[in-house]
């Protein structure tokens, strides 16, 4: 069974930097398409950025500010988040673009001054 693990979260001030990182666990699995999602408090999921075929997609609220990546060598994928918002507060997740996979704990991202 596969488990996603998400980290790097935190209470960042306002304009301030994050990266967050998706490793897999419990089966070999690559995570070559793969999206970050997130969830705010009384909000549904919604998704933040995607990794497919090679090439990027982000969320009107994300563009220009978070880049999401891949390392095939640690079979990891990350998100850097710049210029945080306090709306950019929520729950992360990582998973397919098809929600293949059981979400995963998530990371716990504050923007707050």
């Known amino acids: 069974q596969v488990q996603l693990l998400e980290s790097g979260g935190g209470m960042v001030q306002p304009g301030g930097s994050l990266s967050l990182s998706c490793a897999a666990s419990?089966?070999?699995?690559?995570?070559?398409?793969m999206s970050w999602y997130r969830q705010a408090p009384g909000k549904q999921r919604e998704l933040v950025a995607t990794?497919?075929?090679?090439?990027?997609s982000y969320a009107d609220s994300a563009k220009g500010r978070f880049t999401i990546s891949r390392d095939n060598a640690k079979n990891a994928v990350y998100l850097q988040m710049n210029s945080l918002k306090p709306e950019d507060t929520a729950v992360y997740y990582c998973?397919?673009?098809?929600?293949?996979?059981?979400w995963g704990q998530g990371t716990q991202v504050t923007v707050s001054s």
């Open positions: 998973n397919t673009p098809s929600r293949m996979y059981s």
């Open positions: 419990g089966s070999i699995v690559k995570l070559n398409n």
């Open positions: 990794f497919t075929g090679g090439t990027t």
